[in-house]
Nanobody, 125 residues
Framework: QVQVVESGGGLVQAGGSLRLSCAASGRTFSIDAMGWFRQVPGKEREFVATIKWSGGMTYYADSMKGRFTISRDYAKNTVILQMNSLKPEDTAVYYC??????????????????WGQGTQVTVSS
């Protein structure tokens, strides 16, 4: 089992920044990649970015490139999502998830096995 816990959400004005953290625990050796997704009520979960647990290869949704950066803190078993130039449309619950397949990086939430409880990000205009 892998446990993931998100933190760092909150309220920010448009143009501002937030830094989300995702801490992994348990059988972390079984993690191949960690991804961030987001969801607003009534819509499907949307892929944001993902990173290989070892090696640091990354993959972003096109709409997030240049504003969001995903990175790995190896000492803390944590994945960071740095979000800059935030827009009101970035408002959502942000989820972190672990992929244990050991395959290519993917934007498909179905391939992620372990999910956190989510953290709310609200961007005011």
């Amino acid at each position: 089992q892998v446990q993931v816990v998100e933190s760092g959400g909150g309220l920010v004005q448009a143009g501002g920044s937030l830094r989300l953290s995702c801490a992994a625990s348990g059988r972390t050796f079984s993690i191949d990649a960690m991804g961030w997704f987001r969801q607003v009520p009534g819509k499907e979960r949307e892929f944001v970015a993902t990173i290989k647990w070892s090696g640091g290869m990354t993959y972003y949704a096109d709409s997030m490139k240049g504003r969001f950066t995903i990175s790995r803190d190896y000492a803390k078993n944590t994945v960071i999502l740095q979000m800059n130039s935030l827009k009101p449309e970035d408002t959502a619950v942000y989820y972190c998830a672990a992929d244990t397949r050991f395959g290519p990086l993917t934007n498909n939430p179905s391939f992620y096995d372990y999910w956190g409880q989510g953290t709310q990000v609200t961007v005011s205009s």
